[in-house]
């Protein structure tokens, strides 16, 4: 594979160097004049070989012109090539131009790939920002229609709950009643999850035991009535893992990310923890047996309103993503179609 890829690179030039030595040689004893010329042409392929691969690709390319140049300069008896010292200052030259020409190519090379850096940076640094001034104005229009139904839907929910008193739960009427109240509570739900993600506020930030966190989360899933059969451990690489954050705001993030594990891993999955930690960085990666996550679903990992669940809101992840953010840390998606599930929580580690 390597093999190819340098015929790939190098095979036009090795090919015009071998044309140029076979030019200078046949032309020995009839064209004398044209000896001067062949040799500025082995300038050529010497310079392409510089753009191409750098300070090494031109130094490579001048030792073969020079291993072809020096049978016919100081073997044969080349008369029309010059003195001993014209000779070697000429293949001197070969390899002054393959490293001149190289190093000016890496350099541009190296300023080029700064300046596509630099780019995606900025790029990035772009989306993030558009991306925030969205969600604060989600933000703010959520906490405006919270305020403005929550009211009304109490009101709703109280006169749904006096009615049904004059009806038997077999009543037509009263069956309506039910799920008159019941959807009543599931906007009730729906609303206080915008009014969370609307005004998620980093707290106090403090040293905490991750780890004990993590812990007290798969004992939630462990008993959740939804998920009897889905299996929840922990893996852990190290033995410190105190964070710095808020740690009921950690923990919600946590049983968020659990939980929807525990959904995408039904009915008979498994969700695991792992935790590891580097100088400055504490990492929990939860990882389940579901299907992963889609092209669409990493791009629009924590936009508000997008959600692969039926009656899903996508504010969960949305405010998980809010809360982590605020406290230094990053929450990302593993790789697309993976097979797997996969999110990465990474939040800053006290200093020992």
Excluded: W
């Amino acid at each position: 594979m390597r093999l190819t890829l340098l015929i790939k690179k190098y095979g036009l030039i090795l090919v015009l160097t071998t044309a140029i030595a076979f030019l200078h040689y046949s032309h020995e004893s009839t064209i004398h004049e044209l000896h001067g010329v062949y040799k500025l042409f082995f300038f050529v392929p010497i310079i392409l070989a510089a753009f191409r691969g750098g300070k090494i690709g031109g130094l490579v390319i001048s030792a073969v012109v020079a291993a072809a140049f020096f049978p016919h300069a100081f073997v044969s008896d080349c008369r029309p090539c010059g003195s001993t010292g014209d000779k070697t200052i000429e293949m001197a030259l070969y390899f002054g131009v393959g490293l001149l020409t190289g190093t000016l190519s890496d350099h541009l090379t190296n300023a080029r790939n700064l300046l596509q850096n630099t780019l995606d940076e900025k790029s990035a640094m772009e989306a993030k920002l558009l991306r925030a001034t969205r969600m604060a104005a989600v933000g703010r229009l959520s906490a405006g229609l919270a305020h403005e139904i929550r009211n009304p839907l109490a009101s709703i929910q109280g006169s749904a709950e006096v009615l049904a008193d004059d009806f038997d739960s077999n009543h037509p009427k009263g069956r309506m009643m039910g799920i008159l109240q019941d959807e009543a509570k599931r906007l009730n739900s729906v609303l206080t999850r915008f009014l969370e993600f609307a005004r998620t506020e980093p707290g106090d930030l403090a040293p905490f035991d991750l780890k004990k966190e993590v812990e007290a989360v798969i004992e939630m899933i462990k008993h959740h009535p939804d998920f009897p059969s889905v299996q929840c451990s922990l893996e852990t690489e190290g033995n410190n893992f105190s964070a710095v954050g808020n740690p009921e705001q950690i923990r919600q993030v946590l049983l968020n990310l659990g939980l929807n594990g525990a959904s995408a891993a039904m009915p008979e999955g498994q969700v695991v923890f792992q935790l590891n930690r580097s100088a400055q960085r504490i990492v929990c990666r939860v990882t389940d047996t579901g299907s992963g996550f889609s092209d669409e679903a990493c791009e629009q990992f924590g936009t508000p309103f997008f959600s692969t669940k039926d009656q899903g809101t996508g504010l969960g992840l949305a405010t998980s993503l809010k809360i982590v953010q605020d406290q230094g840390g990053s929450l990302e998606p593993g790789p697309a179609n993976s097979g797997f599930g996969l999110v990465i929580l990474d939040l800053p580690a006290e200093n020992l």
